[in-house]
């Protein structure tokens, strides 16, 4: 049987959030390559081997990945939420450009349940109108690329999801981050914080930029942003489909 | 027992991209409400009804859906893909509003894989770094307000991913769609269009943006186009997780 490297998506952290194709790759596997926590998620069984490995190392993660694949394992790298949304197919991809024989092998994405939208559905339906999706960590950027995007994002009343927020590492861009919403978008819009989405830890909170600091978010929160026409009703917060002209 | 109304979301259209937890919901329904062809994909059955109706009656339909849960059925409102992206959540919320009595009910959603992110495994990792997410219709808002911000997505240097590019009733739109992006992005951007995605019709185009046609796409296509370091790799069309500086 010839190798093949899927890059698989495990959906937020529920169970019967994994779609029936991932759980078909995860049950045909040799090998499972991950970060920690998510290798954590697949449950041992006789000829399958697990390969957890740590945060920021995704470019040796994805190329011990492709060597296996290449000597004929059947590999599946997992990510959390969706591989392609800030996750590993692009780490993957960015490994097969630098050694481009690995182009020949069988190499397939499959698609998962992505954080924010998980949130989403949790508070309601904030992202209901068109929206933006920005990586807040400025580990692979520089800062002043996130402000920037931040800054057009609000002029364009984009609904907005910010992943990784806020770190150990680096506590004060949040509240930068929110400095910038305030002064765009004014203290009365609405911003959801959702915390370990579809787990047992699962907390959903929605204030408003004027009450928001920067504790409200940590590494396993996706927080969300409403547009200009965002609202509350009863426990749900939701984004109107239609909207009027340019502010 | 009480009546409940979720609201879920089928995925772009592979059954193994049907989550479990909208399968069992399904499973438990008495009622199904949706658009012709999404109900369409439900199984009929002994003590199952299905209500298609028609597009452009998301109000009627979400009111429907509301009664007869306020009645004690057991009611899933189905959208293709996410019902929080463009879909019904947030019409369901709009006839919540219009009818604050049925805010006691039991109201779910559940998220489901949004055609965005099938096109984008399909097509390798394109929006692997920041991007938005826009529906090209101007149905629910003025058509200048996508201009506007089609304009403030290049200039952030956004990923972007659009829903409903065009249909016979709005032809030249996407025309124009592409005229700015050409404009503000330059001939050389990279461009996907992902037709019928996850289906056995499943389509997946990536060209430049001076090879752009508005034939390449019509409502069943999404259409996908890169940030300034977008690249192909093969069959495969990628964005890096790194980017530099203010473009």
């Given at each position: ?22 759980r078909?790759?995860?049950a ?26 740590d945060n ?7 190329r011990h990945?492709?060597?296996?694949a ?17 996750a590993?197919a ?13 182009l ?24 209901g ?6 990586n ?16 057009l994002?609000?002029?364009a ?14 506590p ?33 909170r ?19 942003v ?18 009027g002209?340019?502010?």
């Amino acid at each position: 049987m010839s190798g093949r490297l899927t890059i698989a998506g495990l959906g937020p952290g529920a169970e019967d959030l994994v779609t029936p194709e991932v759980r078909a790759a995860l049950a045909t596997a040799t090998d499972i390559v991950g970060y920690i926590p998510y290798v954590a998620r697949i449950a041992p069984r006789p000829g399958l081997t697990l390969h957890p490995s740590d945060n920021r190392v995704e470019l040796d993660r994805s190329r011990h990945a492709l060597e296996m694949a290449a000597a004929g394992r059947q590999v599946v790298v997992v990510s959390s939420g969706d591989p392609g949304v800030f996750a590993m197919a692009s780490a993957v991809f960015e490994a097969v450009e630098a050694a481009p024989e690995y182009l020949s092998l069988d190499i397939r994405v499959l698609p998962g349940i992505t954080a924010m939208l998980a949130a989403a559905a949790a508070a309601g339906a904030p992202l209901g109108h068109d929206f933006c999706c920005i990586n807040l960590s400025d580990n692979l950027k520089p800062w002043e690329l996130v402000e920037h995007r931040l800054r057009l994002a609000a002029q364009a009343d984009f609904a907005m999801a910010f992943y990784n927020p806020r770190s150990k590492s680096r506590p004060h861009q949040f509240a930068r981050a929110l400095e910038i919403l305030r002064a765009e978008c004014g203290s009365a819009r609405l911003i959801t914080f959702a915390r370990a989405v579809t787990t047992p830890e699962q907390a959903i909170r929605t204030v408003t930029l004027g009450e928001a600091t920067p504790e409200m978010a940590d590494m396993r929160t996706v927080v969300l942003v409403g547009n200009a026409a965002t609202k509350r009703l009863g426990p749900w917060v939701y984004t109107p489909r239609s909207a009027g002209g340019v502010v």
